[in-house]
T-cell receptor, first 114, second 108 residues
Framework: EPEVTQTPSHQVTQMGQEVILRCVPI?????FYWYRQILGQKVEFLVS????????KSEIFDDQFSVERPDGSNFTLKIRSTKLEDSAMYFC????????????FGAGSRLTVL | KNEVEQSPQNLTAQEGEFITINCSYS?????LHWLQQHPGGGIVSLFM???GKKKHGRLIATINIQEKHSSLHITASHPRDSAVYIC??????????FGQGTRLTINP
């Protein structure tokens, strides 16, 4: 069964460092998403991406965050200067059509900022 | 007040019991998702509903748009059903708003 693949599974970084989280969505999917889940809290929407541009973003997704699809297969989330409160599990997801369709999630990337 | 409220927050039951998890939302939506989060953290999409009822194996999901309420039922529950079940509603074009989850434990 097709999977969404995320790397790394766990990253530890120092406050102020840049982090890039990578995702390989399912090949025939057109919509891509990033979500985050701070430990013990609910999942939160960060951003959706379609046709090489952001289609929607939340208030969490400020100037410190950016997304990119650099090579037609990878979908990346960059955090420019990490803060302690960025520590969370970050989930990538993709769907074949818009968000009304079933989402396929990756296993998540755990980010720990020290 | 949260836009999406789930109840109960925690549910423990014996194997074989019929399980119901409820989700109420306070805003207009275009679709509602039920998700399962495993103890390791991975999330699996179970259902996407915009009206009526859907069934997949032992899982049944219903939604009442007028009452802004959805339920997830599990028949003949099994210990492998133990997980966190999350309701999420679609607002806007793509944005999902998530409930806090219901932690289900099925004892053998």
């Amino acid at each position: 069964e097709p999977e969404v693949t995320q790397t790394p599974s766990h990253q530890v970084t120092q406050m102020g460092q840049e982090v890039i989280l990578r995702c390989v969505p399912i090949s025939n999917h057109l919509y891509f998403y990033w979500y985050r889940q701070i430990l013990g809290q609910k999942v939160e929407f960060l951003v959706s991406f379609y046709n090489n541009e952001i289609s929607e973003k939340s208030e969490i997704f400020d100037d410190q965050f950016s997304v990119e699809r650099p090579d037609g297969s990878n979908f990346t989330l960059k955090i420019r200067s990490t803060k302690l409160e960025d520590s969370a599990m970050y989930f990538c997801a993709s769907s074949q059509i818009s968000g009304a369709n079933v989402l396929t999630f990756g296993a998540g990337s755990r980010l720990t900022v020290l | 007040k949260n836009e999406v409220e789930q109840s109960p927050q925690n549910l423990t039951a014996q194997e074989g019991e019929f399980i119901t998890i409820n989700c109420s939302y306070s805003v207009g939506i275009s679709a509602l998702h039920w998700l399962q989060q495993h103890p390791g953290g991975g999330i699996v999409s179970l259902f996407m509903l915009s009206s009526g009822k859907k069934k997949h194996g032992r899982l049944i999901a219903t939604i009442n748009i007028q009452e802004k309420h959805s339920s997830l039922h599990i028949t003949a529950s099994h210990p492998r059903d133990s997980a966190v079940y999350i309701c999420a509603v679609r607002r806007g074009a793509q944005k999902l708003v998530f409930g806090q989850g219901t932690r289900l434990t099925i004892n053998p």
